[in-house]
């Protein structure tokens, strides 16, 4: 890609997200992902109303009055992408590709950090850690970050989000927010590396799925390449329970999914490409 042109393309992406974090996000984010405790402030004169578990007796007694300690919240935090590469991501049929719609979540997510002070990292990941972006303050450095999210191109196809979870457990060795980004279309069992990564950190999953992964129209007989392995195969999609098995399938798959979420105390949200992504992120956040 011509550098003129990637430029536009991270100018629109940051025009659109940066809009959206101003908006909408920047006050929920603030409200859903607290910092890392209570920091002590300064001293004032004790009003009516005040806990008086928050006197300063020592203070008090060397000023012969009544003085309080004021607290505030530790707001400064890490957070960190951990973004799906794997070939899957090039598809959609709807709106837009569900790689297109990580860059706007990822570029969204970013904006809403850095307007609380907040460092972001990401891990770019298929089945190996493609590249490891440390966790950095400033526009220039969320920039750069959606213009690799654009312009990256994984060495591998397949995934594996346990490798991913690891990587994260042992280079981020402070607590921290950690959104993974995922389609989540993984054949290894990653449920043990969730649980783990999860006591370090705060981890919250956005599961992307394109409307198609979930229903099969009636088009005929149709060849299907699985995009991570190059695997072929032939559906006759003309075949009323094949769509039915294949909608039970995606709909079990996606259940499977949440319920294994909720078992490791991981919050969650599925966005479609065919849909906006404000409503279930502002419902995330919401939630928490």
């Not at 042109?5 to 659109?16: A, D, H, P």
């Not at 919240?73 to 890490?78: F, G």
């Given at each position: 890609m011509e550098t003129s042109?990637?430029?536009?393309?991270?100018?629109?992406?940051?025009?659109?997200t940066r809009g959206l974090s101003n908006q909408l996000f920047s006050g929920e984010y603030h409200t859903?992902?607290?910092?890392?405790?209570?920091?002590?402030?300064?001293?004032?004169?004790?009003?009516?109303?005040d806990d008086i578990r928050s006197i300063d007796w020592?203070?008090?007694a060397r000023f012969n009055n009544t003085y309080i300690k004021v607290f505030e919240?530790?707001?400064?935090?890490?957070v960190m992408l951990l973004v799906d590469i794997s070939a899957s991501g090039e598809f959609g049929t709807q709106k837009q590709l569900k790689h297109e719609l990580i860059t706007e979540l990822c570029a969204v997510l970013a904006f809403s950090a850095i307007q609380n002070n907040d460092k972001i990292g990401v891990i770019f990941f298929?089945?190996?850690i493609e590249k490891f972006i440390p966790p950095k303050k400033g526009k220039s450095h969320i920039l750069r970050i959606i213009r690799d999210l654009i312009e990256f191109k994984p060495q591998h196809k397949k995934t594996n989000i346990k490798l991913a979870l690891?990587?994260?457990?042992?280079?981020?060795?402070?607590?921290?927010?950690?959104f993974v980004i995922s389609d989540f279309i993984d054949n290894n069992?990653?449920?043990?590396?969730?649980?783990?990564?999860?006591?370090?950190h705060d981890l919250v999953a956005l599961r992307i799925f394109d409307k198609r992964e979930m229903e099969l129209p009636d088009m005929g007989l149709v060849k299907f390449m699985d995009a991570e392995t190059g695997a072929l195969v032939w559906i006759d999609s003309s075949v009323?329970?094949?769509?039915?098995?294949?909608?039970?399938?995606a709909k079990k798959r996606a259940a499977s999914l949440k319920e294994m979420f909720n078992k490791c105390g991981v919050d969650s949200a599925e966005i479609n490409t065919s849909e906006s992504y404000i409503k279930p992120l502002m419902n995330l956040f919401k939630r928490r």
């Open positions: 042109e990637l430029l536009k393309k991270v100018r629109k992406v940051e025009i659109k859903a992902f607290k910092g890392k405790g209570m920091t002590f402030s300064e001293v004032r004169e004790y009003q009516p109303g020592n203070v008090s919240e530790e707001r400064e935090m890490t298929t089945d190996k690891r990587y994260l457990t042992n280079v981020i060795k402070k607590r921290s927010i950690a069992d990653f449920i043990d590396a969730l649980k783990i990564a999860n006591k370090k009323k329970d094949v769509r039915a098995h294949f909608y039970a399938s």
